[in-house]
DNA sequence: GTTACCAAAATTGGCGCCAATTTAGGATAC
DNA sequence: GTATCCTAAATTGGCGCCAATTTTGGTAAC
């Protein structure tokens, strides 16, 4: 079994136990293939039994631990094969609502935008890795929020958790994170422009985290 | 609160609570509205209290129900935004992955796909309202097989459930249903035919349940 | 050093129980 | 007839407990 070890802070009241160990499990504190022990979490978040066992079952329906019969639950290895499954997922969503952004982008939601971008630049530098991830989810969430499809917007956020959107395997390099910094004011600058075409490019390239978008003007601006 | 009625048959040991529960909402037995009391559904299903609970918080996760605290846990009415949202979602990913069905189709699952849609002819005649809602999953689950996305299919049966693709708000009408059954055949024949951007007209009028997608032609044929 | 066995310790799984809360029905006042 | 109050009944929520199962560590045999 792999080791757990054990955190000073009490659980915080306003937040579920499952959102406790997801936050765990998506910043790696919890790594893939540790096993959760149920009575280990007890005491690791401050919370009863019947709060574990039944944030351990949610987290199991979505996929991100494992139940084993009588011997517990981990979470989950990676696999490659699901997270590029779901990538394509989230290209085809997002590119193909990328034509109602633009058409219902207004100043006001452009400037929330481009705040949210420069929130992420921050906590880029100064922030906690979840500070970082949130900052991450509150652009996205914004940015889809323009689609009008509120039922998109939340199928989006619960499937990105499934994989490698996840901070501990997001993000590998520094020279990723500051791509991702600049994809945001770029997006926005899309937005702005109302160029679908260049939105949804940069959509995609931006999930997939490929290739460089960046024209070189655009990169000036940020300066 | 609306009244439950007592069932005779006992629990099927191999499906879980949450799956019974499900299946009696989805075919109508348990309407919109109805209050799901915990000692009533443990009579119900024949099963215990903390099976029960666990059905109800995976139901209440999935937005099926809704849960009161110290009152209970109630179906969610119909939300026609929510409907209007899951559509809108299910057209953008099924018309994606047109081509790459129409791509990876090969003569066996073009044949197995026309056995399902004529299982699905049957199961409208003869079949149970159950019966029926399965066999149209089964046509949908083959046909989004070939778009070799697991994630994808998962996803779509996952959102199926949510909302107005139940089979007590799905096919309101003799000659909604019977439309369905010959689009089905239609969809066979656009793949076979290797003809995407039909594929992508009948799915797409198939999930809203829009228009007459019927060339004369292709009636005649089924025939 | 490796393998097999066994007992103790650790952990999971599920049930019963009861406190807390809500509902339902009857009585009373207007 | 309607509104209010009160009490008993019904129901939910959550905890403690213990049987069942697994894991761990020590010992013996090879």
């Not at 422009?193 to 995609?204: F, G």
């Not at 931006?206 to 300066?223: K, N, V």
Request: proline content about 3%; glycine content about 4%; aromatic content about 4%.
């Amino acid at each position: 079994m792999t080791e757990m070890h054990d955190v000073t802070e009490t659980a915080a009241n306003d937040r579920d136990v499952t959102d406790l160990v997801l936050e765990d499990i998506l910043t790696g504190v919890l790594p893939a293939g540790t096993w959760l022990k149920q009575i280990d979490l007890e005491k690791r978040y401050d919370c009863t039994r019947p709060e574990v066992r039944r944030a351990l079952d949610r987290l199991s329906q979505k996929r991100l631990v494992e139940h084993v019969p009588n011997r517990g639950y981990h979470v989950y290895q990676p696999d490659g094969r699901r997270a590029q499954e779901v990538s394509d997922i989230r290209v085809i969503l997002e590119t193909a609502v990328a034509d109602r952004m633009v058409e219902r982008a207004t100043p006001e939601s452009i400037a929330r935008l481009r705040q949210l971008a420069s929130h992420f630049d921050r906590m880029t530098m100064v922030g906690t890795v979840l500070e970082h991830y949130e900052a991450n989810l509150a652009f996205h969430r914004e940015l889809l929020l323009l689609s009008g499809n509120n039922e998109l917007v939340d199928l989006v956020s619960e499937i990105r958790q499934r994989t490698s959107s996840a901070p501990v395997s997001q993000w590998r390099t520094r020279a990723r994170v500051e791509r991702s910094a600049r994809e945001h004011h770029m997006m926005v600058d899309a937005l702005e422009a109302r160029d679908v075409a260049d939105l949804k490019r940069l959509i995609e390239a931006h999930i997939r985290q490929t290739g460089d978008a960046a024209p070189a003007e655009s990169a000036a601006r940020q300066a």
